[in-house]
């Protein structure tokens, strides 16, 4: 069982940046790929961006390819997104998930993944 725990949140200006952070613990941290979603209110949860297991591999939603970027240290069993030239559109619960990954498909569909984190805040003020 891995427990996921995401930080980093908060209010930004339209323009400012942010770096989210997921802790991971409970298991075998690089054998999971993974994901970020995003869930904005009254919509379902998006994909945002997927790194493999050893870090060599990204895929981005379309629309966020560039200003998100996504990096894990396996080390600290934690996975990051950095989040520049942040738009009000943006705003939504972030949240990061794990894919245990038998394959070496990076996935994007939020029922590919096996454990989830609770989520952080991240509002995007114009």
């Known amino acids: 069982q891995v427990q996921l725990v995401e930080s980093g949140g908060g209010l930004v200006q339209a323009g400012g940046s942010l770096r989210l952070s997921c802790a991971a613990s409970g298991g075998t941290f690089s054998s999971y790929a993974m994901g970020w979603f995003r869930q904005a209110p009254g919509k379902e949860r998006a994909f945002v961006a997927v790194?493999?297991?050893?870090?060599?591999?990204?895929y981005y939603a379309g629309s966020l390819k560039g200003r998100f970027t996504v990096s894990r240290d396996n080390a600290k069993n934690t996975v990051y997104l950095q989040m520049n030239s942040l738009k009000p559109e943006d705003t939504a619960v972030y949240y990061c998930?794990?894919?245990?990954?038998?394959?070496?498909?990076?996935?994007?569909?939020?029922?590919?993944?096996?454990?989830w984190g609770q989520g952080t805040q991240v509002t995007v003020s114009s």
């Open positions: 790194i493999s297991k050893s870090g060599g591999s990204t």
């Open positions: 998930a794990a894919d245990r990954a038998y394959g070496s498909t990076l996935k994007g569909r939020v029922t590919d993944y096996d454990y």
